[in-house]
């Protein structure tokens, strides 16, 4: 990075979201998932499909597989690791809050600590045609869960 | 009513014998001035939209200020002017494409409202049960999906011409594909993805051994190369202006004469009748049977003047140079490791597509952002194409006359910074 100095490009590619672009975490196939979701850009081409296997209200196996740029593969994969042994309603929180990251706003320090990994993504928020990419895999997750809960009252 | 762009002569004499003065032709573009994040923008985005010359904008300015009315209705002297001034475009297009006669130009948004209209009114009337329409395999979306709605509501056929791994059609394909339901040949003439020149002549007489009318999609032909629909025998061909350093939202439909007297009305509005009573009314005679409601009529003088500056230059020294600059790019680009053009073609322009390593186009496109270097990335509309090379995307870098050797020498030297990034 000598050649080029610190600036906004260094800030969205940081060394957490290239590390899981290379070598994805939990991009695995689940059996009998509890919640699949395919969310799809079809502006961009991007796709990540959410597999969740739960167990007793709690997220036991979290997977996804997909294609598309470095920021929603990144993201999905950061993602599958905060969501583990999470019950749906801290899933949903920590979504909430990472949108609220990426969306603008100004995160308490509980919160920021509280993302771990996914507050790298911060730099995102600079550029405003990615930050959908960022939140490709949340959509996936609230829509799954949307979907889960609406099979479970039928 | 003389242009409403004096400059267009200043720059028609600025073209010195021999040496094509890129520099000059610079000052013309007042938004290359620009600088984005910084730096100073390197603009490799034509083949979506080209940017505009002073004279164009100077056109839609006089025209707004000086003569704004609307065209065809009335007798008072604003919109008289208005009128002259927009079939005077209507003259200037006829005489770009080298069309005979002003009633065979069809004022339209652009390409795909100029298709629709073919797909409509030629479509619905001539296509029908188990009917065959031929297309490439590098058509644009909006090309596709235009003859796939035809095709479902009537019970006809898509065709595809496949194309081989340079991004050439297989013409002996095309000729076993033409048969005795063929109703419709339609063919791009320069692919947006990949740069690739189709023979259209040859498409066109082999469909015409048959009796087949032929489409030819020009939107990224136009700009590039010099267009003979008489030449050509072409059937139909559409553009757009905004590609042709026009504003956007005007373009034209050429048809033959015979063909276009022979079709319905597209849409209907004002302008497109000549009476109107509540048991019958009579279409307009050509052009404006197909032009309902109040035109771009702004849109079309500021083509005008985009044509007339294009003439000041001459296309043919345009392409000369152009195709020199695609030659310098395919060279520095082929010597980065890693990267991988989509699209040789042997006829080619404008185009440079490609991929590198397994690095997403998005993220290409960010970093080249980022030091004011303006690509598409993306499947640039034409899915099938990168299915066809097993690709997601591509980046895509498009020129025009106004590039330079150094916005090539910017764009390898920004693909270098994406890779730094992401090694």
């Known amino acids: 990075m000598q050649q080029f100095p610190f600036d906004e490009i260094d800030e969205l590619y940081r060394k957490v979201i290239l590390d899981h672009y290379r070598s994805p975490r939990n991009m695995v196939e689940i059996g009998e998932p509890d919640i699949e979701y395919d969310e799809y850009n079809p502006v961009c081409g991007d796709r990540?499909?959410?597999?969740?296997?739960?167990?007793?209200?709690?997220?036991?196996?979290?997977?996804?597989?997909?294609?598309?740029?470095?920021?929603?593969q990144a993201s999905a994969s950061v993602m599958m690791d905060s969501l583990k042994r999470k019950t749906l309603e801290e899933a949903e929180q920590l979504s909430s809050t990472f949108r609220r990251l990426m969306q603008g706003h100004t995160l308490s320090e509980d919160e920021l600590t509280g993302l771990g990994n996914l507050a790298a993504f911060q730099g995102v928020r600079k550029f405003p045609v990615r930050i959908k990419c960022a939140l490709l895999a949340w959509t996936a997750l609230e829509e799954g869960i949307a979907e889960y809960r609406r099979a479970g009252t039928r | 009513m003389t242009t409403a762009n004096p400059r267009a002569n200043e720059n028609a004499s600025g073209k010195a014998a021999g040496a094509f003065d890129v520099a000059r032709i610079r000052e013309d573009f007042p938004i290359l001035k620009e600088k984005v994040h910084g730096k100073p923008l390197v603009y490799l985005d034509n083949a979506a939209t080209s940017q505009k010359p002073r004279?164009?904008?100077?056109?839609?300015?006089?025209?707004?200020?000086?003569?704004?009315?609307?065209?065809?209705?009335?007798?008072?002297?604003?919109?008289?002017?208005?009128?002259?001034?927009?079939?005077?475009?209507?003259?200037?297009?006829?005489?770009?494409?080298?069309?005979?006669?002003?009633?065979?130009?069809?004022?339209?948004?652009?390409?795909?409202?100029?298709?629709?209209?073919?797909?409509?009114?030629?479509?619905?009337?001539?296509?029908?049960?188990?009917?065959?329409i031929i297309i490439s395999a590098m058509e644009h979306h909006s090309y596709i999906v235009h003859w796939q709605i035809l095709c479902q509501e009537r019970g006809a056929h898509l065709r595809v011409i496949p194309m081989n791994d340079d991004g050439e059609l297989l013409m002996d394909e095309y000729e076993k594909l033409l048969g005795p339901r063929t109703k419709l040949v339609s063919i791009v003439h320069l692919s947006n993805s990949l740069g690739t020149i189709n023979p259209v002549e040859q498409i066109i007489e082999m469909a015409h051994g048959r009796g087949v009318p032929v489409l030819i999609d020009g939107a990224q032909s136009t700009p590039h190369m010099t267009i003979d629909v008489h030449k050509m025998d072409c059937d139909f061909f559409v553009f757009s202006g905004h590609k042709l350093y026009g504003p956007t939202g005007i373009g034209a439909l050429y048809g033959k004469a015979d063909l276009l007297e022979s079709m319905p009305p597209y849409q209907s509005g004002g302008d497109m009748i000549k009476s109107?009573?509540?048991?019958?009314?009579?279409?307009?005679?050509?052009?404006?049977?197909?032009?309902?409601?109040?035109?771009?009529?702004?849109?079309?003088?500021?083509?005008?003047?985009?044509?007339?500056?294009?003439?000041?230059?001459?296309?043919?020294?345009?392409a000369a140079y152009e195709h020199e600059l695609l030659e310098y790019g395919t060279e520095r680009l082929s010597t980065i490791s890693g990267l991988r053009l989509i699209g040789t073609a042997r006829e080619k322009a404008d185009v440079?597509?490609?991929?590198?390593?397994?690095?997403?186009?998005?993220?290409?496109?960010?970093?080249?952002?980022?030091?004011?270097?303006?690509?598409?990335?993306?499947?640039?509309?034409?899915?099938?194409?990168?299915?066809?090379?097993?690709?997601?995307?591509?980046?895509?870098?498009?020129?025009?006359?106004?590039?330079?050797?150094?916005d090539i020498d910017a764009l390898v030297k920004g693909i270098d910074k994406v890779i730094e990034v992401f090694s």
């Open chain 2, 276 to 318: 109107v009573t509540f048991e019958k009314t009579i279409y307009n005679s050509l052009p404006y049977k197909f032009e309902a409601g109040t035109p771009n009529i702004g849109g079309a003088i500021g083509l005008g003047a985009a044509i007339d500056y294009i003439n000041g230059i001459g296309m043919d020294r345009m």
């Open chain 1, 48 to 72: 990540v499909v959410l597999q969740l296997k739960l167990s007793d209200g709690r997220v036991e196996e979290a997977g996804f597989h997909g294609e598309g740029c470095s920021i929603s």
């Open chain 2, 55 to 132: 004279v164009v904008l100077d056109a839609l300015e006089h025209y707004y200020t000086t003569e704004n009315a609307n065209v065809h209705r009335g007798v008072h002297y604003l919109s008289q002017q208005a009128t002259q001034d927009y079939e005077a475009a209507r003259g200037k297009i006829r005489q770009l494409l080298n069309a005979s006669d002003d009633r065979e130009i069809i004022l339209v948004r652009g390409t795909t409202e100029g298709i629709n209209l073919v797909a409509q009114s030629y479509g619905r009337q001539n296509i029908g049960e188990g009917d065959e």
């Open chain 2, 352 to 406: 440079l597509s490609f991929v590198l390593r397994d690095i997403h186009p998005h993220d290409i496109g960010t970093i080249l952002d980022s030091e004011g270097i303006a690509i598409r990335t993306g499947h640039h509309c034409t899915q099938p194409v990168m299915d066809r090379f097993s690709i997601p995307a591509t980046a895509r870098a498009s020129l025009a006359f106004y590039n330079t050797r150094e």
